[in-house]
């Protein structure tokens, strides 16, 4: 026994040696720091920052600020929110195609983020660079711009509103829907009551304005045909001037509905004319896998009525958590 005792004193003093003399050889020869030697190690560590949370961006969640009043009150100008980017299906890379997505259907009401179907790319080299940029910053730093300055918007929140097979329509600017399989259609706020939906939806214009709205699509429509407005009826004159005082409809979609049906009425040889009225009138309808997206903001949001359904492919991810600004950090699972 005392030999063994021994022989492991002598072979742990041997190894506490040799650790030491590596250390104090490693010390001895440790390079110098330099800058240049700084600056990779600093690079290094940032290029792997950025790409992990270009990753996390991508496949898991991706923080947004949100650039519009569309949304307004629900979610305000620059508010920022967290996407969940896994609850429809994980997209291989932007834009493209998804999987784990079967079975995984966008639910009514939810607020959605889904990529514009009018976005002007600037090109693939400049949209991954701004997506890096955004995406390396915690989306501080955007430099996807539109000609004015304001941002451009590659992605857009909105709340799923009409679903598979129904038709939504606006009279004066509130939204009627008819159900899949149903002949009539049915004012939102009762069908939101049936539904047990949110409230968030709502108007701010005073309904006495559309008369005055849908005179002024009407003149406008005579301009555009060539004809002298003072040849207009009358009611539509004095129609008007019951808004002549605004720079700019406050309800552009009635605005547009008055001005194609005028224009219709108009020159009625003009099929295209006619096909576009017949649209306003009878409302949009939604096909088998996609969704019509429009914002709470009725009044103020650039949404389905304007581009149409969206299939549900195009959906990248839901809005889960608002965390800016501080006063208003709650999640928005039922928002």
């Known amino acids: ?21 590596v250390r104090l050889h490693q010390k001895l020869n440790k390079p110098k720091r330099t800058f240049l030697g700084e600056l990779k190690g600093w690079a290094d560590a940032l290029v792997f920052a950025v790409f992990a949370v270009l990753l996390i961006n991508q496949y898991l969640f991706q923080l947004f600020v949100i650039p519009t009043p569309s949304m307004v009150s629900t979610l305000d100008i620059r508010d920022r929110v967290v996407v969940s980017k896994t609850i429809y299906g994980i997209e291989l890379y932007p834009t493209g195609p998804k999987i784990g997505s079967k079975n995984r259907q966008v639910l009514r009401d939810a607020i959605i983020t889904f990529y514009n179907p009018e976005y002007d790319s600037k090109g693939p080299l400049f949209d991954i660079l701004s997506q890096i940029i955004f995406s390396g910053t915690l989306s501080l730093v955007n430099i ?12 857009f ?37 049936d539904l047990d939906l949110v409230t968030a939806p709502h108007r701010s214009i005073d309904p006495a304005l559309y008369e005055g709205i849908h005179a002024w699509g009407s003149l406008f429509a005579y301009q555009e045909e060539g004809l002298d407005v003072n040849s207009a009826p009358n009611r539509l004159k004095s129609g008007y001037n019951e808004v002549a005082h605004l ?10 509905t008055a001005r194609t049906a005028t224009r219709h009425l108009l020159d009625p040889t003009d099929l295209n004319l006619r096909s576009e009225a017949s649209r306003y009138r009878r409302g949009t309808y939604v096909p088998k896998n996609a969704i019509l997206p429009l914002g709470d903001n009725r009044d103020d949001s650039r949404d389905g009525r304007y581009f149409g359904p969206v299939d549900q492919s195009t959906i990248n991810g839901s809005v889960v958590f608002r965390f800016w600004p501080p006063s208003r950090i709650r999640p928005m699972g039922d928002a």
Request: hydrophobic share 35%.
């Open 144 to 155: 996807d711009r539109n000609e004015d300055g304001s941002i451009a918007e590659r992605l």
């Open 157 to 193: 929140v909105k709340r799923a509103v009409g679903f598979p097979e129904e038709v939504v329509r606006f009279v004066d600017g509130n939204a009627q829907v008819r159900k899949a399989g149903f002949t009539s259609f049915q004012d939102e706020g009762s069908f939101r009551a």
């Open 1 to 21: 026994m005392d030999r063994f005792l021994t022989g492991l004193e002598n072979a742990t003093v041997r190894y506490l040696t040799h650790r030491k003399a």
């Open 247 to 256: 720079s700019f409809p406050p309800d552009y979609y009635t605005f547009e």
